[in-house]
């Protein structure tokens, strides 16, 4: 079956960094268009990046110029940089898979950014 499994969360300062990645079996990695979204306490899962299988990118405005997507089809994994981090965005972070009508989630890895 699809997996998806997140990591790299943890605790940080305001201002540091993080690389989440997230790698997917059970699936063609390289033909999916893969995407990075967050979800805070009290609020809607918010999408911060795409990367689709030619690599192209997109990002949501108030991240822009903050994070990087990136994709490793070789690895099966797509990456997230976070830079200059801010106490909004503590959150949990998810993965998602996705190709045409087709779906799929991981189960999120917690980031926090707290002094």
């Known amino acids: 079956q699809v997996q998806l499994v997140e990591s790299g969360g943890g605790l940080v300062q305001p201002g540091g960094s993080l690389r989440l990645s997230c790698t997917a079996s059970?699936?063609?990695?390289?033909?999916?268009?893969m995407a990075w979204s967050r979800q805070a306490p009290g609020k809607q899962r918010e999408l911060l990046a795409q990367?689709?299988?030619?690599?192209?990118?997109l990002y949501a405005d108030s991240v822009k110029g903050r994070l990087l997507i990136s994709r490793d089809n070789t690895k099966n994994t797509v990456y997230l940089q976070m830079n200059s981090l801010k106490f909004e965005d503590t959150a949990v972070y998810y993965c998602?898979?996705?190709?045409?009508?087709?779906?799929?989630w991981g189960q999120g890895t917690q980031v926090t950014v707290s002094s």
């Open positions: 998602n898979a996705v190709l045409s009508v087709s779906s799929f």
């Open positions: 059970g699936l063609v990695f390289s033909i999916y268009t």
């Open positions: 990367i689709t299988n030619s690599g192209s990118t």
